[in-house]
């Protein structure tokens, strides 16, 4: 299946504590069904100091979030988009938004 997501792409959070976010996706983990969203989802870890050079203390970075939390935001209307597939005449895959019809590839 064509993926709905992928890198680089601008989304919107649909679901959980960070709805109606947006932010890029930096990777998409297409076996886990998610991806790493910059700013989204931060969680906060405890990290050990290893040395001088790494003080340790509490770090923030992004956990992955689901893909079904996610939705791209069309470049052409501005809105969180719901897309589908359409088959070019060359034979190539490209997604479109349901709203304004307008190609996101
Ligand atoms: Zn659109």
């Known amino acids: 299946m064509a993926a709905k997501i992928k890198r680089n792409d601008q989304v919107q959070v649909t679901a959980g504590k960070d ?3 947006r932010g890029q ?3 998409v983990l297409p076996e886990a069904g998610r991806a790493v ?10 990290q050990r100091s290893t040395g001088p050079q790494q003080p340790g203390g509490i770090i ?3 956990a992955p979030i689901s893909l079904a939390n996610l939705a791209v935001i069309c470049a052409s209307c501005g ?7 359409r ?3 060359d034979g190539r895959k490209v997604r ?4 304004c019809n307008e190609a996101i590839d």
Do not use: S
Request: proline content about 0%.
């Open 60 to 62: 923030e970075r992004e």
């Open 79 to 85: 809105e969180a988009a719901r897309v589908g597939f």
């Open 25 to 27: 996706v930096r990777t």
């Open 37 to 46: 969203v910059t700013g989204i989802n931060m969680i906060k870890k405890h």
């Open 19 to 21: 709805r109606g976010r």
């Open 87 to 89: 088959l070019l005449e």
């Open 96 to 99: 479109f938004c349901k709203k």
